[in-house]
């Protein structure tokens, strides 16, 4: 077991967030992000006073909803160069490795627009507290003292424990160790793929992903002691559009196993 966990965490060690920015996050491929965008813009009675991100990679698309309906966000990653861009973006000094204006307007384009993306922008800077470290494989996967003692009201996590984790024994673990974290009658809001074997964390870079099913997921989620609420699977095999606009053989063999799941879930009572 800590042999797989180990192996997990040194294919991390040459992870290069402004390449895995660019594969994954300017088209073709922002676009199968969109889908994830929904995420709290679709889940109005979700909110509070503090969201945690999990494994929250070098990306913002995940709280950009988010931010408008908790007054904290907390940031994980674990990696420091991971929390560097983070941290770059929060301290608006430049030097970031995307740049996210079109993820700003399209979220305000699906909320309504309540307001414009500069503003939505400065709340998001003003609200993220901290980006810390966070390792989902250990019990305690934060920091003593990094939340308030009753935990966060919601976690969101978008593509990590699968592909952090060496098995589907590690992935639920994981879920155990992040429940910890949450509230008790918190909210976790999960996406990741379904079937992946792989992604590309850097140039030449293949990170493994645990292949999981749905009813593997839902077993895991269970057995962690989450109720779910909500549950959708996006195909996007099935969207014939999104696949056709794949520019390469490389990025349609991985959009080939790419099923994303999106769960709303809260903890048993
Ligand atoms: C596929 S990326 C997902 C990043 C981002 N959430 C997204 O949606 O694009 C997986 C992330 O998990 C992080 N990670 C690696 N090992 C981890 C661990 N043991 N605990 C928590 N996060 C980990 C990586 O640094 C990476 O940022």
Redo the contacts with the bound molecule.
């Keep these: 077991m800590e042999k797989g966990i180990a192996a997990?965490?040194a294919c991390?060690q040459t992870?290069d967030p402004a390449a895995y920015l660019q594969y994954?996050y300017t088209p073709p491929r922002s676009l199968a992000s969109h889908l994830h965008l929904l995420l709290f813009c679709s889940a109005d009675d979700v909110s509070g006073e503090l969201l945690l991100d999990?494994?929250?990679?070098?990306?913002l698309y995940?709280v950009l909803s988010g931010c408008e309906v908790f007054n904290k966000v907390l940031m994980t990653?674990?990696?420091e160069v991971?929390r560097q861009e983070l941290r770059r973006w929060v301290q608006d000094a430049g030097g970031c490795s995307l740049d996210w204006t079109p993820y700003l307007q399209h979220v305000c384009k699906l909320e309504g627009r309540r307001y414009t993306w500069t503003e939505k922008a400065t709340r998001l800077r003003r609200v993220i507290v901290d980006v810390l470290p966070?390792?989902?494989?250990r019990p305690q996967?934060m920091a003593p003292d990094a939340l308030p003692a009753a935990g966060a009201d919601c976690l969101v996590s978008?593509?990590?424990l699968e592909?952090?984790s060496p098995d589907l024994a590690a992935f639920t673990r994981a879920l155990g160790h992040i429940r910890k974290l949450l509230k008790p009658d918190g909210h976790l809001m999960l996406i990741g793929a379904l079937g992946e074997s792989y992604?590309l964390g850097g140039p030449g870079l293949k990170i493994p992903v645990v292949p999981l099913n749905e009813a593997q997921v839902c077993a895991s989620l269970k057995e962690s002691g989450f109720t779910l609420i909500r549950l959708e699977v996006y195909n996007l095999m099935a969207k014939k559009t999104l696949f056709s606009l794949m520019g390469t053989q490389k990025m349609s063999r991985q959009m080939t196993f790419c099923l994303v799941f999106l769960w709303t879930m809260s903890l048993q009572p």
């Design positions: 997990m965490a991390y992870f994954n999990i494994g929250s990679g070098p990306t995940q990653d674990f990696l991971n966070i390792d989902v494989h996967p978008c593509f990590c592909s952090v992604y």
